[in-house]
């Protein structure tokens, strides 16, 4: 008999609903009430599935935090696959990922505010989210090195100091943006790119030395074809 692959079978399938569903409606009731004024019951009655239910997926109300950051990682997943296959630029595959990181929680202010503080109320779940975090770095490491190799990223820097930068770049964007009444994520999340790509980009290289490369999205990004030639001396020698 032929192996039927790695699809998921009805009965997976349907736990990983069920567990959507409890995330889904945690996150809505957290941006709604806060983190700390909703309980279990509240969940449940919102996802209609019982106690026992949610306890069978999470331990706690804190663990239910946890899908949000297997979400997240799967999301710089996608960008190290967009990185590897080379067809667009690490400038736009970096800048593409901070938007999609900061789109979960960044969902609304008050969303913002209330993950901010469930992340740091339970040493299990801080741990878990600590431990994600240094995988993402990983990720983010190999992409800024690819970055290097190409030409893009200054070479003079450490890939995972550059990686470190980017978290704390999305992390203090999304906090700060919480705090305030301007609620156009997006608009700070650019300016915060803005910043960390101006220290992170290769301006030893000139635009004479980069070509055009088409991108899946139909504009275009720089790859080097060459290295600089030196330059011949014009003047005799004395």
């Given at each position: 008999m032929e192996k039927r692959g790695k699809h998921p079978g009805r009965r997976?399938?349907?736990?990983?609903?069920?567990?959507?569903?409890?995330?889904?409606?945690?996150?809505?009731?957290f941006a709604e009430r806060g983190f700390f004024q909703t309980t279990t019951e509240d969940i449940t009655e919102a996802a209609d599935v019982g106690q026992g239910t949610f306890f069978n997926y999470f331990p706690t109300k804190q663990h239910v935090l946890t899908v949000l950051t297997e979400k997240q990682i799967e999301k710089v997943m996608q960008a190290r696959h967009e990185a590897a296959e080379g067809m667009i630029s690490i400038q736009e595959?970096?800048?593409?990922?901070m938007h999609r990181i900061a789109q979960e929680p960044g969902k609304s202010q008050?969303?913002?505010?209330?993950?901010?503080a469930a992340f740091l109320s339970n040493d299990e779940?801080?741990?878990?989210?600590?431990d994600t975090m240094a995988r993402g770095r990983e990720s983010l490491g190999e992409m800024i090195k690819q970055g290097q190799e190409r030409g893009e990223i200054r070479p003079d820097s450490k890939p995972a100091d550059l990686a470190m930068a980017f978290q704390r770049n999305v992390i203090g964007t999304l906090l700060l943006w919480a705090m305030q009444?301007?609620?156009?994520?997006?608009?700070?999340?650019e300016r915060t790119f803005r910043d960390f790509w101006a220290a992170a980009e290769n301006r030893a290289v000139s635009t004479e030395q980069l070509a055009l490369v088409p991108k899946r999205n139909g504009r275009s990004g720089p790859r080097i074809i060459e290295k600089p030639k030196?330059?011949?001396?014009?003047?005799?020698?004395?």
């Open positions: 997976e399938r349907r736990r990983l609903e069920t567990r959507e569903k409890i995330f889904r409606a945690a996150m809505q009731l595959v970096l800048n593409r990922l008050a969303l913002t505010r209330s993950l901010m779940v801080r741990k878990f989210v600590r009444s301007d609620n156009d994520l997006d608009a700070w999340l030196a330059k011949e001396s014009r003047g005799k020698s004395q």
